[in-house]
């Protein structure tokens, strides 16, 4: 079956209990068993809970994974994939990353023992050079927050297999409907669910989709331990964003690219990056390893912090927010929001600087989304 129809029927057949259509919230805890060890598949709702093992089944048919495990949050299921590791060992990390993963990176996983390298990842020949005899993973994101800068997932997954590396990639920027990193050798896929798979901004979640058992064991047994599980309303709200995941995206990147291009044009603004405009630097890799650029845009807007202060104060159909990937468009200051983890020495090295601007381009009618930063760009010149 194709896209569109997986995200709309898979893992959701009708409810075994009562036909329901719609696969409905179980809003409880526990399952009334029937004797000993004698039940229907589900005993207590952190160790399993049908809303959410159908959003679990969906997400996985969606990244063509074999299995999946839905979490609380995304940073909860990114704590699931680094439960897999043991002190002593070795993560190779692109370096251009949501600064809530490089916080978890350096003030969770370094502490527990674990050391984590970070390469510009967007040649993969710095990944096979950074990887030691006791490197477990690798983790990529791409396009990667906030500067949308790609890794070649292909190339780095070969070249971390050779060595028994398993490949991660954070998939929460493209969404699974514009790229699937498990079909380009990816071993791993986390999501933020909280972003395009929820797509309205109203749920937090996450997701770990792998078709490899042993690490799919490992996660499930850390999510059941650790019990970082998202409540049924949260899985439900998850699993119904998945039903329009396609069109959205579609419309997503139909206004994205027209932001972009009016972005460009504009003498108030220094560089727009956005992986569709043929002068991204990676806008043929773009085309290779995704099948859509995303609704993604970031841009360095002239005039530094003040300037920036006064264009998200001027926004009115934007809202200056953190997150991204809801139906609403929402702008966002990285250097000091997704960012701000990051020592600022940090965040000036990758070009995180204070004029940068980050843009979630939401699916209303493009040209009130290009007469709005129009005005903003106007009166905080
Ligand atoms: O917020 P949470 O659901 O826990 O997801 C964390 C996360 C993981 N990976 C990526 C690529 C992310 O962008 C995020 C969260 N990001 C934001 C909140 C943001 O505004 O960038």
Request: aromatic share 8%.
């Amino acid at each position: 079956m194709k896209f569109e129809t997986l995200a709309i029927h898979a893992g959701q057949e009708a409810d075994p209990a009562t036909g329901a259509t719609i696969t409905p919230i179980y809003q409880t805890s526990t399952f009334t068993q029937e004797g000993i060890g004698r039940h229907k598949g589900f005993e207590y709702s952190r160790t399993g809970n049908p809303t959410r093992a159908a959003l679990e089944r969906c997400l996985a048919a969606l990244e063509g994974a074999e299995h999946g495990c839905a979490f609380s949050s995304g940073m909860a299921a990114i704590a699931g994939v680094l439960s897999m590791l043991r002190p002593g060992d070795h993560v190779v990390s692109a370096a251009d990353l949501y600064g809530g993963t490089y916080r978890y990176f350096e003030k969770v996983a370094k502490p527990n023992g674990i050391a984590v390298s970070y390469v510009n990842a967007r040649d993969p020949e710095n990944v096979r050079r950074a990887l030691r005899a006791e490197t477990r993973l690798l983790w990529i994101e791409t396009p990667t927050n906030p500067l949308l800068e790609l890794v070649d997932v292909a190339a780095a997954a070969r070249i971390a297999k050779v060595r028994g590396v398993k490949t991660a990639v954070d998939n929460t920027f493209a969404s699974p409907y514009f790229q699937r990193p498990i079909g380009l050798g990816a071993d791993i896929v986390v999501h933020s669910t909280t972003k395009y798979v929820g797509g309205h901004s109203d749920m937090v979640g996450g997701a770990v989709l792998t078709s490899d058992k042993a690490v799919h064991e490992a996660v499930r047994f850390h999510q059941n331990a650790a019990g970082g599980v998202p409540g049924p309303f949260d899985a439900w709200l998850a699993l119904r964003g998945l039903k329009t995941l396609a069109v959205r995206m579609r419309r997503h990147e139909e206004n994205a690219l027209a932001v972009a291009g009016r972005l460009r044009k504009h003498p108030r603004v220094e560089s727009v990056i956005y992986p569709g405009l043929p002068d991204h630097p990676q806008h043929d890799l773009a085309r290779r390893q995704m099948s859509g650029f995303g609704g993604m845009v970031t841009f360095r807007l002239r005039g530094g912090r003040a300037a920036a202060d006064a264009f998200f104060r001027a926004l009115k159909v934007f809202s200056y927010a953190e997150s991204l990937g809801g139906v609403e468009s929402l702008a966002c200051h990285p250097a000091t929001m997704t960012h701000a983890s990051l020592p600022a020495e940090e965040r000036e090295r990758r070009g995180i600087t204070e004029g940068t601007v980050r843009l979630s381009v939401g699916i209303e009618d493009a040209e009130d989304l290009l007469a709005d930063l129009d005005w903003a760009l106007k009166v905080s010149a």
